[in-house]
């Protein structure tokens, strides 16, 4: 099976600030990654898929990059509706495994 | 619209069975893989099981493998979970989710469409 990890796990971040967010790949996924957003009790959103595809109506500031093992999820300029959770998904193989999760704060 | 709206959701005691739906809509579900996919109570998303687009292929997590079977009706655009044997540690907010992609390999364009998902509490 294919494992997923996220770092950070949370951090804090002010409105404005660029985020990043590392996911990596227990083997190799080529580019078969995806991100998603999560607000409390609400269902995860699709933000990226392919690693670095932007899904049709999330905004520009979300973007994505990676390949093979180490993926990236970057918000170029947080906004106050940023704070959630974002979780990275592998969809290399037939167990689609999601990382752990990232909480992004308010500082 | 592109829509999902699971049901079936409920308490029920430890050992035994539960069956939930997902109802698609404003897409041809015929053509989609679809999962499932669960996150306990303060937990991160846990992925349960993926039935392919024609219902020939379908594949679970270890945690629920030969206790849930995913099944799909695309006469009536229906997605089921048939939960057996069910335990404390099933106690989650259960989701169905479209793959991005039609056919094979949908998945590569993640999950787009997400329904709002139906809580099981396994409770004695």
């Known amino acids: 099976d294919i494992q997923m990890t996220q770092s950070p796990s949370s951090l804090s971040a002010s409105v404005g600030d660029r985020v990043t967010i590392t996911c990596r790949a227990s083997q190799s996924i080529s580019s078969y990654l995806n991100w998603y957003q999560q607000k409390p009790g609400k269902a995860p959103k699709l933000l990226i898929y392919a690693a670095s595809s932007l899904q049709s109506g999330v905004p520009s500031r979300f973007s994505g990059s990676g390949s093979g093992t180490d993926f990236t999820l970057t918000i170029s300029s947080l906004q106050p509706e940023d704070f959630a959770t974002y979780y990275c998904q592998q969809s290399y193989s037939t167990l689609p495994f999601f990382g752990p999760g990232t909480k992004v704060d308010i500082k | 619209q592109v829509q999902l709206v699971e049901s079936g959701g409920g308490v029920v005691q430890p050992g035994r069975s539960l069956r939930l739906s997902c109802a698609a809509s404003?897409?041809?579900?015929?053509?989609?893989?679809m999962h499932w996919v669960r996150q306990a109570p303060g937990k991160g998303l846990e992925w349960v099981a993926v039935i392919s687009y024609d219902g020939s292929n379908k594949y679970y997590a270890d945690s629920v493998k030969g206790r849930f079977t995913i099944s799909r009706d695309n006469s009536k655009n229906t997605l089921y979970l048939q939960m057996n044997s069910l335990r404390a540690e099933d106690t989650a907010v259960y989701y169905c989710?479209?793959?991005?992609?039609?056919?094979?390999?949908?998945?590569?364009?993640?999950?787009?469409?997400w329904g709002q998902g139906t809580t099981v509490t396994v409770s004695s």
């Open positions: 989710a479209k793959e991005g992609f039609e056919g094979d390999g949908g998945n590569s364009g993640g999950m787009d469409v």
């Open positions: 404003g897409f041809t579900f015929s053509s989609y893989g």
